[in-house]
Every structure is written in C-alpha cells, then in structure tokens.
C-alpha cells in the first residue's frame, strides 16, 4: 500500500497550491480519504475528508471556504485545492485513508509553507 502526496512548496500569502495524494495497493474507491496537517509544535488536525462515493466536507473551521477536497476513482488520486493561503497554513499536509474494515494508511506528507 502506498499513499504519495505531491505538490506541496513555498507560496506567498494569497497563493493558491494543488496537493495530489496518488493511492496504490488498495481499492482507492471503497475508502474515505482524508487530508490532515501538522503545523511546527503542534498537534495534527484533520483537515477535510471525501467518501468514497464523493460526499465531502471540510472540517477545519479555519480553512472553510478556502480548501477543497476532491477525488478521482478512475486515477486513484485525491485532491486538496487550496486557496487564498495564509502563513498560518505552513504545515506538512498527510494524505490518510480508512477502509470499511478499520484498515487506514498514511502518507508521508508533503510541506506547504506560505511567507513572503
């Protein structure tokens, strides 16, 4: 199983980014994905999460309205769109995913910082 996120990087205060999550190993369609972060010294938040039938939410009251997360079954891949980022946005972003029978992986997370 392996959970790779890409698209991570410096960007300026209003920027926008894209994080892709490419699964492998598992049937990527049956399971909820998710995106968490980890900032500098603190704990990890989740961050959005889609179903396996597309349902989504985003569930850090911090980044409604500015983050999306979105799927596509037939690429086995999930997305992050993140806008109008912030410096309080810089964190490792991990892409998680939880199957039915309570088997989950992790992947090993790519770097967002946002400062001019």
């Known amino acids: 199983v392996q959970l790779v996120e890409s698209g991570g990087g410096l960007v300026q205060p209003g920027g926008s980014l894209r994080l892709s999550c490419a699964a492998s190993g598992f049937t990527f369609r049956r399971y909820v994905m998710r995106w968490y972060r980890q900032a500098p010294g603190k704990e990890r938040e989740l961050v959005a999460t889609?179903?396996?039938?597309?349902?989504?939410?985003t569930d850090a009251d911090s980044v409604k309205g500015r983050f999306t997360i979105s799927r596509d079954n037939a690429k086995n891949t999930v997305y992050l769109q993140m806008n109008s980022l912030k410096p309080e946005d810089t964190a490792v972003y991990y892409c998680h995913a939880a199957g039915f029978r309570g088997d989950a992986y992790w992947g090993q997370g790519t770097p967002v910082f946002v400062s001019s």
């Open positions: 889609i179903t396996s039938f597309g349902s989504s939410t």
